[in-house]
């Protein structure tokens, strides 16, 4: 199911304002509308992509929700996080740390720093169906992200680019005022492009001793979350982000769930998993599904699979099924 912490969804609201009653929308999800904010408090997904689409629905310019919204997300809101993130030398150093412990309020996204020519791509990769909530949910984290690099760091920054999956709506002016720079909607993903000069701004508060106290603090949180279960999950999920680039290495999957290579391998190796056998079985997985539930043809279905051949995917595939993926869909389809 998943779930995020309950600020987002009270965050949500007070952006709503006048529009909305936001004592009965807290009650409608199980929270006190008189409890002060909990980082630790959880919603589940689904409740809480319900909650904004009941939202948007009362409002008159319900497109501007998830803009409002960033304003109002302080780093104090996320607890140890929050500091670790004021107290963060530069920007970049902060965007790391939320890359690193975002687990501790949400499991159902990661985010993603990917090097590119003159900056990073500041990626969020969300998982699950891609419904109005979900998306009001990512624009609002990327407007978020935005404002709380503008209150640590410098408050005239700007990305050189914001991207977002969905669809744009039919008046973007409010986007492109908010961001103050070109925004991009039905992108390949949701991220915000962030310049070098930027990434290595000082943070007003940046305090090293206070920093490697937060973090000593996060990394026993972050392991207290542990498990075999959650580990292949996400690192499956990382991998099958990847495949339609071909096979990840055990290096881009480790970039992806925001840890050094070296500690993936040793997580892997204490819950007695091979990295190899995961991407395999991902690979399985996924080729099923869309043989199962999808038109593609089969030069499509090897290519997202990661093979770069189809005779390659249609020996894997019949060592893995002892058929065809011809045979395969025939018998699902009948």
């Known amino acids: ?56 629905r009362q409002m008159e310019s319900g497109h501007e929700l998830s803009l409002r919204v960033g304003p109002l997300m302080r780093p104090d809101d996320y607890g140890a996080l929050g500091l670790a993130w004021k107290s963060a030398p530069t920007v970049r150093d902060s965007l790391e740390r939320v890359a690193r412990y975002c687990r501790l309020w949400t499991d159902n996204m990661t985010y993603e720093i990917r090097e590119r020519e003159g900056g990073i791509d500041f990626l969020l990769h969300r998982f699950g169906e891609r419904r109005l909530g979900m998306r009001l949910s990512n624009e609002a984290t990327i407007s978020s992200a935005t404002s709380l690099i503008r209150q640590t760091a410098f408050a005239d920054f700007h990305p050189r680019a914001a991207f977002l999956q969905h669809a744009a709506p039919e008046d973007t002016s409010a986007h492109e005022r908010y961001f103050g720079c070109p925004v991009h909607f039905g992108a390949p993903e949701d991220a915000l492009w962030i310049a070098d000069e930027d990434l290595e701004r000082n943070n007003h508060l940046a305090d090293d001793g206070i920093s490697r106290f937060l973090l000593t603090h996060l990394d026993a949180e972050v392991e ?40 993936l391998q040793r997580r892997l190796a204490e819950k007695d998993l091979s990295f190899k056998t995961l991407v ?15 038109e593609y043809a089969m030069s499509e279905v090897a290519f997202l699979t990661g093979f770069s051949e189809q005779s390659a995917f249609n020996r894997a595939f019949k060592r893995w099924f002892n058929e065809t993926p011809t045979a395969y869909r025939k018998a699902r389809r009948a």
Do not use: C, K, W
């Not at 779930?3 to 929308?25: C, K, P, T, W």
């Not at 991902?282 to 999808?294: C, H, P």
């Open 1 to 56: 199911m998943g779930y995020v912490s309950s600020i987002f969804a009270r965050r949500m609201i007070q952006a709503a304002g006048a529009e909305v009653d936001a004592r009965a929308l807290l009650r409608s999800i199980g929270l006190d509308p008189d409890a002060p904010l909990d980082v630790s408090q959880m919603v589940a997904a689904d409740a809480y992509y319900d909650l904004l689409e009941r939202i948007v």
């Open 224 to 263: 207290a979350l542990g498990g075999e279960d959650e580990l292949e999950t996400h690192v499956r999920r990382a991998i099958s982000r990847s495949l339609s680039d071909g096979v990840p290495r055990m290096a881009d999957a480790a970039r992806r769930m925001a840890m050094s290579e070296r500690t």
């Open 280 to 294: 395999e079985a991902t690979q399985r997985e996924l080729a099923q599904n869309l043989l199962g539930q999808s």
